[in-house]
C-alpha cells in the first residue's frame, strides 16, 4: 500500500448560493471533468486533493457545501478548522453576488474557529459574457474591500479553476499562524500520542 506522504493537511471551503457552480468547480480541479447539469449539492460533500506549492506537497480536503436555506445549520458546523474558504457568486446572476455580503461572509465570520484564514472571492462563469450582471471591476472592489483574494472563473471552459487553488494555498503557506493550525505529514500540530491516534486524520 502507498504511503500517504504530505507535509501539510488543509481545509478549505466552497461556499455560496445554490447554482453559482461550487460543484462543478470542485469537479473541474479534483477531476479535470466537467459534469453538465449538476444537481444542488445535498448537505455538504468533499473531494480531496493534492497539490505541490513552492516545494510543499498539501493535501487540500475541499468542502462543498449546500447553498439553500434549509441547510445553513447543517453546513455550519463545517466552517470550523478551515484553513481557507473560496466564496463563489455567478456573474450572470447579480442576487448571488450581493448574498456574499448579505449571507456567507457574514456566516463565516460566525462560525470560523480559525484566526486570519484565507479568503478568496471567485466569479464564475466568465465564459457567459454576454449574460454577466457584475463586472469585474465590482468583483475587484469588493474582495479588496473585504481583504480576499480574487478570480475570476469558468469551470465549464476550464478557465482559472486551478489558479484560484494555487493562490489561495500559497497565500496559506505564507502565513505561518495558519501552518500551525494544520497538519505536518497527516498528524496535526500539538496533539497528543493518544489525540493523534485517535482522530487518524485532521479533517
Known amino acids: 500500500m502507498a504511503v500517504d ?8 471551503l466552497l461556499v455560496g448560493d445554490s447554482g453559482v457552480g461550487k460543484s462543478c468547480i470542485l469537479t473541474r480541479f479534483t477531476a479535470g471533468i466537467f459534469e453538465e447539469g449538476t444537481t444542488s449539492t445535498i448537505g455538504v460533500d468533499f473531494k480531496v486533493k493534492y497539490l505541490t506549492v513552492s516545494g510543499k506537497r498539501c493535501k487540500l480536503t475541499i468542502w462543498d457545501t449546500a447553498g439553500q436555506e434549509r441547510f445553513r445549520t447543517l453546513t455550519s458546523s463545517y466552517y470550523r478548522g478551515a484553513q481557507g474558504v473560496i466564496f463563489v457568486y455567478d456573474v450572470t446572476r447579480r442576487e448571488t453576488f450581493e448574498s456574499l455580503d448579505a449571507n456567507w461572509m457574514r456566516e463565516f465570520d460566525i462560525y470560523s474557529t480559525v484566526e486570519g484564514a484565507i479568503k478568496m472571492v471567485v466569479a464564475n462563469k466568465v465564459d457567459l459574457s454576454s449574460q454577466r450582471q457584475v463586472s469585474s471591476e465590482e468583483g475587484h472592489d469588493f474582495a479588496r474591500r473585504h481583504g480576499c483574494l480574487f478570480v475570476e472563473t469558468s469551470a465549464r471552459a476550464n478557465l482559472a479553476v486551478g489558479q484560484a487553488f494555487e493562490e489561495l494555498l500559497l497565500k496559506i503557506l505564507d502565513t505561518p499562524s495558519l501552518l500551525e493550525t494544520t497538519a505536518v505529514g497527516g498528524i496535526k500540530l500539538g496533539a497528543t500520542p493518544a489525540a ?3 482522530a487518524g486524520c485532521s479533517c
Open 196 to 198: 493523534q491516534q485517535a
Open 5 to 12: 506522504s504530505h507535509d501539510y493537511t488543509f481545509k478549505v
